[in-house]
């Protein structure tokens, strides 16, 4: 019984298996997961129109307003040059998000594909994804991102390339173990015999039963992602002031905690910290969801 069997459309009387039915159904038994798509929803809504809703403009400067505390009118309060943190906080989920997202979809699609092709013909270039992916683990993931972008210059493309090239590993591991237990399965061997090139079998049979487990490493990496960009920002090698950008606020209100304007470093911190909540929580979701096998 191939991945498609399991999602067919349920007969007359039996339990409704159709992926809305099974999203609701997966969302309403599971509390944080619930929890996890009402943070997702409000961190994409702040990312597509974060500039729009902000209440001030995240650049505009007014030294009169200086390391004011939360209020009604700021509600994160200002920081030392009189910017309203609560609209660069909403700013820079745009930042974040479109780095961390470019960043995992290229990392996912390049690292699925060269998995799959590594586990399904295995031999000499199945042995070279295996060093290139050791090479990269031998160094620590976030010291090889700042390597790459301290050589190649901290512009937003070589902060997605070095995301990207850190997160490679985890989706070429995957792919290549998923395609290496399924590539002598019956329904593969039915889909060769039948005539599929090795294009179609990887794409139309191989890929959905990969892309459960992926989807739980795109989840997980997004939140990494994130961290990655907020700690090359925090230490100077990411996004450049005064872009506003979560790391870039935490590290700029750290030198004010001492003194006690603790609300500089505290929403930016907070907020990142929610989002990769966030993401950590979605995965085990998407997870369930996408999994044919547990549409029951």
Request: aromatic share 8%; charged share 10%; net charge neutral.
């Amino acid at each position: 019984m191939t991945a498609a069997n399991l999602s067919a459309p349920a007969r007359p009387g039996e339990p409704s298996t159709s992926l809305w039915s099974h999203t609701r159904y997966v969302i309403g038994e599971n509390p944080l997961t619930a929890v996890a798509f009402l943070l997702f929803a409000l961190f994409l809504v702040m990312a597509v129109a974060g500039p729009w809703l902000a209440p001030y403009d995240p650049l505009a400067t007014n030294a009169t307003a200086a390391m004011q505390p939360p209020s009604m009118k700021h509600w994160f309060g200002t920081d030392a040059l009189g910017r309203d943190v609560l609209s660069r906080v909403m700013v820079a989920t745009q930042v974040d998000f479109g780095i961390a997202l470019s960043a995992v979809l290229l990392s996912s699609v390049v690292g699925i594909g060269l998995g799959m092709l590594a586990g399904y013909h295995g031999g000499l270039f199945d042995r070279l994804v295996g060093r290139v992916v050791d090479t990269i683990m031998a160094f620590p993931l976030f010291v090889l991102a700042m390597g790459i972008v301290a050589a190649l210059g901290n512009t937003v493309a070589n902060i997605v390339l070095a995301t990207a090239i850190i997160n490679l590993p985890f989706y070429l591991r995957v792919a290549r173990a998923e395609t290496n237990i399924r590539r002598d399965a019956g329904f593969i061997e039915a889909a060769r015999v039948t005539g599929n090139s090795t294009t179609r079998v990887l794409i139309f049979h191989m890929l959905p039963n990969i892309l459960p487990p992926a989807m739980v490493q795109i989840s997980l990496n997004m939140g990494l992602a994130i961290l990655n960009c907020a700690g090359l920002s925090f230490i100077g090698l990411g996004v450049r002031p005064p872009q506003p950008e979560w790391g870039i606020m935490v590290a700029e209100g750290a030198q004010y905690i001492v003194s006690g304007e603790w609300w500089v470093a505290l929403f930016p911190g907070a907020v990142l910290m929610l989002a990769v909540f966030c993401f950590n929580l979605l995965g085990d979701g998407l997870r369930d969801i996408i999994d044919p096998r547990r549409r029951t």
